[in-house]
């Protein structure tokens, strides 16, 4: 029996995984493919995207949405039972693409498809690691090395690895394709630096390609045929690294999250700047979610990492469903108080219109 290839799409909060898929998605060539999207909170944003670009060979029945935490650290409880039920339907997919959460390990999930339940049915495509080109030109994830040096000589106990970092690094450990995307918001010779730094931390022989807002060709990204559950073994993560010997288990205490619910959106481009504002202020790694805007047929989708915030319009609102304001925030657990996080509400819903919402409860 032929097996069923399976496309794992990784990469850093905000880097344009999404975007890419639904990319792939409308230019599939007829494959039929299946979607899992992993959410790391409890919105689930990339899959309502996605199942709202009506693409015939992705139907809403193939897109699965697992919400109830990073997929890493439910593969038991989630994936394996997903994956059994789509390979029990009658209409079996021409390939599956698992989109992971932005703070997800990609190692254990490979590595769940040496599962019996899996293994026989189904193969790893390869892994795509999706890098924001622009953030690591920008030196986003690289700690500051004499920092780190001070604060390791004043306490040894002190945990000195950058959790974003490491995830960071893990997720291009893992890849066997990276693509670096938002490629035209640099210049030539800082793509060719980023390029060269990236080459520097992945496997030998991983092929690095450029993209402008995730447009790749579906047969660059599909059909890799790498096998990549027989190969993740040698693609050990830091906590299988450093934590193995003990026994202790990845969990993502170092990320919060929490979900907005906010009046209209009067004016667009406001509210983008507005929410610029709040980001900076209260260093939040990503925002996103829907708005709805009065006058507007159609649901505005928020997409913020960093001070880069999209807006667009995506689908009409569907009947009968309930015209609202929701946005996910994710931080650093230690930015994201009860305290601070009630600020944060209270100034999203500051940037919109509240009696609207209040009417609308």
Same mark, same amino acid.
């Given at each position: ?166 995830? @960071? #690094?893990?997720?291009?450990?893992? %890849?066997?394709?990276? &693509?670096?995307? +938002? /490629?035209?918001?640099?210049?030539? $010779?800082? !793509? ?62 170092? @990320? #919060?999250?929490?979900?907005?619910? %906010?009046?209209?959106? &009067?004016?667009? +481009? /406001?509210?983008?700047?507005?929410? $610029?504002? !709040? ?83």
């Amino acid at each position: 029996m032929q097996k069923i290839p399976a496309t794992v799409i990784t990469g850093f909060l905000g880097a344009g995984k999404t975007t890419l898929i639904r990319n792939l998605l409308q230019n599939a060539g007829g494959r039929k493919i299946a979607l899992i999207i992993n959410e790391f909170g409890d919105l689930g944003v990339d899959g309502d995207i996605l199942t709202g670009c009506g693409i015939e060979t992705c139907t809403e029945d193939d897109v699965i949405e697992l919400t109830n935490g990073c997929i890493c650290c439910t593969v038991a409880d989630d994936f394996i039972p997903t994956m059994t039920k789509l390979l029990a339907r009658d209409r079996l997919p021409d390939h599956i693409v698992i989109e992971t959460s932005g703070l997800a390990l990609p190692q254990p999930l490979v590595a769940a498809f040496n599962w019996p339940e899996v293994k026989t049915r189904v193969t790893v495509d390869g892994v795509v690691t999706v890098i924001d080109t622009a953030a690591v030109a920008e030196g986003r994830f690289a700690d500051d090395e004499d920092k780190v040096a001070a604060a390791r000589i004043a306490d040894t106990s002190l945990d000195h690895d950058n959790p974003l970092e490491e995830l @960071f #690094e893990d997720q291009i450990r893992a %890849a066997d394709l990276i &693509v670096l995307n +938002k /490629a035209d918001l640099v210049d030539a $010779a800082t !793509l060719e630096r980023v390029r060269a730094e990236i080459a520097g931390q992945a496997a030998a022989g991983v092929k690095i390609v450029s993209a402008e807002a995730g447009h790749l060709p579906a047969d660059v990204l599909l059909g890799i045929a790498a096998g990549t559950e027989d190969l993740i073994a040698e693609r050990k993560s830091h906590h299988e690294i450093e934590h193995e010997a003990d026994g202790a288990e990845h969990d993502h205490d170092e @990320f #919060e999250s929490f979900v907005v619910d %906010a009046g209209s959106v &009067v004016d667009p +481009k /406001a509210f983008a700047d507005g929410l $610029a504002g !709040l980001i900076a202020t209260h260093d939040i790694l990503r925002v996103k979610g829907f708005a709805e805007v009065p006058g507007k047929a159609m649901r505005l989708v928020v997409q913020a990492v960093g001070q880069r915030i999209e807006t667009y319009f995506d689908r009409p609102w569907k009947f009968g469903e309930t015209r609202a304001t929701r946005l996910v925030v994710i931080g650093l657990h230690d930015g994201l108080d009860a305290a601070t996080c009630g600020a944060i509400t209270a100034a999203i819903r500051g940037l919109t219109d509240d009696a609207a919402r209040d009417a609308a409860e």
